[in-house]
């Protein structure tokens, strides 16, 4: 047989072993599709269809439809359960590839109910299908936990707290993890702001939030860097109904710091166009503290009627969303821009706080005088998915804009002109200035093999920071992430799910040369000589890493098991390795490394969660062990060049060991009253270094909450609530110097809201009283904590939501 035949030959035999495989794998596979309806004949949208024994299950569309691809050959049975209504079941003998199920009727469930029956909803089941630790919230938590930011209304949730800087500013911080270690999420995209700093707060429209996830852990495999202590996941608005034109108009009202202000939104849909439209406008003065006295690093501050100087604030958001929607198509863009002005509380900011003109500034509670930052973060972003056979497949496109800017009197210090010259490229009064452009893509493919479901993700963001403004304290840098993954969801059995995930990310940062604008005296050999100091180097940096996650679901009749085993990293940011000057909020001088490693964790995450007729009961403990944790460290240098002696504070890496977990529990009393107990804990402790045996800086203390709520019937009003909630901390005596030991605190909060109808209109009212005791305490993770400032006095918060409809 010669050579030409020899090759025909293996060709015709590769191409026949290939078509087996092929034909083997769909005679495996079958695809089923039907639709639901009620017993009136209308389509029934959100119906859980499910496929057994492998548990595959989707939900029907608006059309009741459903559909399933590569359904295993083996299955036995499908069922349909849709609340109100009696489940569905049917056998299946699949001896076809595709099989059009005749139209599934459900019929209105009657049965007589127990006292009290805790059934399923969308959190309890995607908490059983994930293996890490998640906590959902939507609009109503919001509305009954308003604050001053999204994340102080988040913070009722064990294991969630804040760092705070005033009435209206924010970060998040799980598990005592924050600034950089935390990612938030907005309508699929990473917020990028100046997160870097404790002052730095979220650009976020709380008004413009509808649900929440939190995941307490690391989530790198899912979002990359900076996901190495969690995520704060904003999920889009729902899209309005079709042939709907309505909205709703909010109030709010806040009497610690005379806040009035509201949001005012307006949507609409024909049968595939869809617009969403909102504009959120508040005005806030100084807020108030329950002491007329604060001691300011070692100096007494009186304060005038009990205000913080020049802490008032106002902001306006817009934002707007359209959107094409089919069955199988959807396409949203959504634009926002967020803009705040806030003051700094002038006798603990800037450069001279003791020469505070306290007459000027006691004047009107309500003005923003300097010290005070304005931030303007614009965003454009595009989602878009699709199905293509049996893939689902969504991109995301964005664009981010971070415009920061910090006003502060110019007052010269070590070798700074006494006089601002004239000819400087910055105004006067522009302590700092931060621009901050950021472009991102990201492709996402989700699709089922047999009992895997996979999702596959590729993500990409370049972004750029310039600055400007008379004093200085990170270089302008250029950086860019990439990263591929892979997750896959194993369907064992009904009792059993297996999660796994692989990821690979690359990483680099540019950072550019910075010298002074003013020169120094420079002593060498004895000689005296002006310099411009170089405060940064030209520095090119790259990081590359590969991460994995394990984790496994246990869910036996009422109980509900979880595990996840993982590893996650944080590149270093432009602040860790080239900061090189005066922070004047915290009064030190902050020096970089840049030969700093990137930031490498492991944790293991374990989840209990049992539930009973009228109890129901979570315990999620973790591990958590850094081998190079980013830290900033006090030195016994002190600047000569920049401030009055700042002290020096050096970023190193240690070992670290992060231990604790959350509790949480519900007990239904009667058909109207229900109480709960949530707790949290934290350890970690630094292993190595010169802070070893210290804690880390802002380490949460121990804290549990009891909460009682009553839920009486009124007639003509519905969800009508009244709770009270007993917060107990814990003295916080674990500190890394220069930090503080923290007392306890014991705190009262009292809420209640309802739903009154007028005429066609429901009003939604809601009434805070939080520090109900005005109690004089500190929060450990608070800013101000630094001063030993206490937490703002007893707080009146009003807020009415009027829904309204113009055309169905």
Request: hydrophobic share 35%; charged share 20%.
């Amino acid at each position: 047989m010669n050579e030409n035949k020899l090759d025909r030959l293996r060709a015709f035999l590769l191409l026949f072993c290939c078509f087996a495989i092929v034909t083997k794998a769909s005679a495996q596979s079958v695809r089923i599709s039907g639709s639901v309806f009620s017993d009136g004949h209308k389509p029934l949208d959100g119906a859980i269809v499910t496929i057994f024994p492998s548990s595959i299950n989707t939900i029907t569309d608006k059309k009741g439809h459903f559909f399933f691809t590569q359904i295993p050959k083996d299955s036995k049975k499908i069922t349909v359960s849709y609340s109100g209504h009696s489940v569905y079941e049917m056998g299946l003998s699949l001896d076809k590839n595709e099989i059009l199920l005749s139209d599934i009727f459900l019929h209105p469930e009657a049965k007589q109910l127990q006292e009290v029956v805790i059934t399923e909803n969308y959190e309890s089941r995607k908490k059983k299908q994930e293996s890490l630790n998640i906590e959902s919230v939507n609009s109503s938590f919001i509305q009954r936990n308003l604050g001053g930011s999204l994340m102080q209304s988040l913070q009722r949730l064990p294991g969630v707290k804040t760092i705070s800087i005033g009435s209206g500013g924010s970060k998040p911080l799980i598990r005592g993890l924050s600034f950089n270690q935390v990612i938030v999420v907005e309508n699929g995209i990473k917020h990028e702001g100046q997160q870097w700093g404790a002052d730095h707060g979220l650009e976020i429209d709380q008004y413009a939030v509808n649900r929440v996830e939190i995941i307490k852990g690391p989530s790198s495999f899912m979002y990359g860097s900076d996901a190495i202590g969690g995520a704060i996941n904003i999920k889009p608005v729902p899209f309005p109904a079709q042939h709907v034109l309505g909205g709703s108009v909010d109030f709010t009202g806040k009497s610690n710091n005379e806040q009035f202000g509201g949001s005012f939104n307006f949507f609409g849909r024909n049968e595939k166009w869809f617009f969403d439209t909102r504009i959120t406008a508040m005005d806030y003065g100084d807020y108030r503290v329950p002491t007329d006295i604060v001691q300011v690093y070692n100096y007494t501050v009186p304060l005038y009627k009990n205000h913080l100087r020049n802490t008032a604030g106002r902001e306006l958001d817009l934002h707007g969303s359209l959107g094409y929607v089919t069955d199988r198509f959807k396409s949203v863009f959504y634009v926002s821009n967020i803009y705040t002005k806030s003051g700094f509380f002038a006798n603990a900011h800037g450069l001279e706080p003791r020469n505070v003109d306290t007459e000027l500034h006691d004047k009107s509670s309500r003005d923003i005088l300097m010290p005070h930052q304005e931030v303007t973060h614009t965003k454009i972003s595009n989602t878009t998915s699709f199905s293509i056979g049996t893939h689902k497949l969504e991109t995301q496109l964005g664009f981010q804009q971070n415009f920061r800017r910090e006003w502060s009197h110019y007052v010269n210090h070590g070798f700074m002109p006494p006089l601002y010259p004239d000819d400087m490229y910055a105004p006067k009064d522009l302590e700092r200035q931060y621009d901050k452009e950021v472009f991102s893509v990201a492709i996402k493919d989700e699709f089922s093999l047999g009992q895997h479901q996979f999702t596959v993700g590729l993500n990409g963001e370049q972004q750029q920071n310039a600055i400007n403004g008379w004093s200085f304290l990170i270089p302008a840098f250029k950086q860019s992430n990439a990263g591929l993954f892979v997750y896959d969801k194993f369907q064992l059995n009904d009792l059993w799910l297996l999660h796994g995930a692989i990821r690979l990310d690359h990483g680099q940062i540019e950072m550019k040369e910075y010298y002074d604008w003013f020169q120094s005296e420079i002593t060498e050999n004895g000689q005296i000589s002006q310099q411009y100091l170089k405060r940064s180097q030209e520095l090119t940096r790259s990081f590359n890493s590969f991460n994995w996650s394990a984790g496994v679901n246990y869910t036996p009749g009422q109980w509900s098991l979880k595990a996840n085993l993982g590893t996650s990293f944080r590149m270093p940011i432009a602040k860790e390795l080239a900061s090189n000057g005066v922070n004047y909020h915290y009064f030190r001088f902050e020096k970089g490394d840049p030969n700093l490693s990137a930031e490498r964790s492991y944790q293991l995450d374990l989840g209990i969660d049992w539930q009973e007729n009228k109890w129901s009961v979570q315990l999620s403990p973790f591990f958590n062990y850094f081998p190079n944790y980013i830290y900033l460290n006090p030195t016994s240098q002190h600047d000569i060049y920049y401030g009055a002696g700042n002290q020096v504070f050096e970023y190193e890496q240690s070992k670290v060991m992060r231990y604790g977990g959350e509790f949480s529990t519900r007990y239904q009393f009667l058909k109207n009253l229900s109480g709960e107990i949530l707790a949290e804990y934290l350890y970690s402790e630094q292993m190595s270094g010169s802070k070893k045996g210290y804690t880390l800086p802002f380490s949460p203390p121990a804290s549990v909450l009891f909460g009682l709520t009553y839920n009486p019937e009124i007639k003509h009003l519905k969800d009508t609530y009244f709770s009270l909630d007993y917060r107990y901390t814990a003295q916080q005596n674990q500190i890394v110097p220069p930090e503080k030991k923290t007392a306890s605190s014991n705190v009262f909060n009292l809420a209640m809201g309802t739903k009154a109808k007028a005429g066609q209109q429901d009003f939604i009212i809601s009434l805070q009283v939080q520090n109900l005791f005005n109690a004089k305490y500190l929060n450990h993770t608070s800013f101000y904590r630094l001063i030993e400032l206490p937490e703002a006095s007893r707080n009146i918060i009003l807020s009415v939501k009027i829904p309204f409809l113009i055309h169905q």
